[in-house]
């Protein structure tokens, strides 16, 4: 038996909706960021359902299901790296895009604190 943890259910799987999104924000403005980070294809989906212009910045996708949904939405993948995780990812990014401002959107709770390391890493 596989259990899936997950807002949706698939077949074969026993759907277990324990992880629920909710959008905390009720607009977004993109006025000023020059690239969009994305660490799920749901903060894709609440960014399209928020304001529907974040398609016109290049994107960030951590992970290949991200990059797939930010391309299905019609936004452009401007990069994903090889890493996913922690301080390796955030690395790979401070180094290629130090000098670009980026608006990353989360959830609210996260794993890695990347808002800290990117931070320490700029000054």
């Known amino acids: 038996?596989?259990?899936?943890?997950?807002?949706?259910?698939?077949?074969?799987c026993l759907h277990l909706p324990m992880i629920v999104f909710s959008i905390v924000k009720q607009n977004l403005t993109f006025e000023g960021y020059e690239l969009l980070m994305f660490t799920s294809k749901q903060a894709v989906i609440s960014a399209e359902r928020l304001n529907p212009k974040w398609k016109d910045i290049p994107c960030l996708a951590i992970g290949?299901?991200?990059?797939?949904?930010?391309?299905?939405?019609?936004?452009?993948?401007?990069?994903?790296?090889?890493?996913?995780?922690?301080?390796?990812?955030?690395?790979?990014?401070?180094?290629?895009?130090?000098?670009?401002?980026?608006?990353?959107?989360?959830?609210k709770q996260v794993s890695f604190d990347s808002k800290g390391f990117f931070r320490k890493r700029r000054h």
């Not at 038996?1 to 074969?12: F, H, Q, R, T, V």
């Open 1 to 12: 038996m596989i259990y899936l943890l997950s807002p949706n259910a698939k077949e074969g």
């Open 64 to 107: 290949s299901a991200t990059a797939k949904q930010i391309e299905t939405l019609g936004g452009t993948v401007a990069y994903q790296p090889k890493s996913f995780y922690g301080e390796a990812l955030n690395q790979d990014i401070v180094t290629k895009f130090k000098e670009k401002k980026i608006l990353y959107l989360r959830p």
